[in-house]
């Protein structure tokens, strides 16, 4: 089993920043794809970010050029720089990682979720 933690929500200012983390621990061989999504209330669940395992990347429109996602795969985490923060970017932030196994099997894991909150 994979189990993800997340780190490194909060309140913030807008205009302020926040880094997420999302360290993956267990029987994982290999992160092949980690992603964030957020869901703010009375919202479906959207991609922010993601990440491939060769570093490809794409991001939502409305979070080009503000947040950044990256990925460690010694300590098997990915993050999410987030700068430059608008109130509209309020949601709880998951992350999700495609992983392979020590058993060879890939599958699709989520995180527990972590609030963000931007607002004077």
């Known amino acids: 089993q994979v189990q993800l933690v997340e780190s490194g929500g909060g309140l913030v200012q807008p205009g302020g920043s926040l880094r997420l983390s999302c360290a993956a621990s267990?029987?994982?061989?290999?992160?092949?794809?980690g992603a964030w999504y957020r869901q703010a209330p009375g919202k479906e669940r959207e991609l922010v970010a993601g990440?491939?395992?060769?570093?490809?990347?794409n991001y939502a429109d409305s979070v080009k050029g503000r947040f950044t996602i990256s990925g460690d795969n010694v300590k098997n985490t990915v993050y999410l720089q987030m700068n430059s923060l608008r109130p509209e970017d309020t949601a709880v932030y998951y992350c999700?990682?495609?992983?392979?196994?020590?058993?060879?099997?890939?599958?699709?894991?989520w995180g527990q979720g972590t609030q963000v909150t931007v607002s004077s």
């Open positions: 999700n990682v495609k992983a392979t196994t020590t058993d060879w099997r890939v599958s699709d894991y």
């Open positions: 990440i491939a395992s060769g570093f490809r990347t």
């Open positions: 267990g029987s994982i061989f290999r992160i092949n794809y």
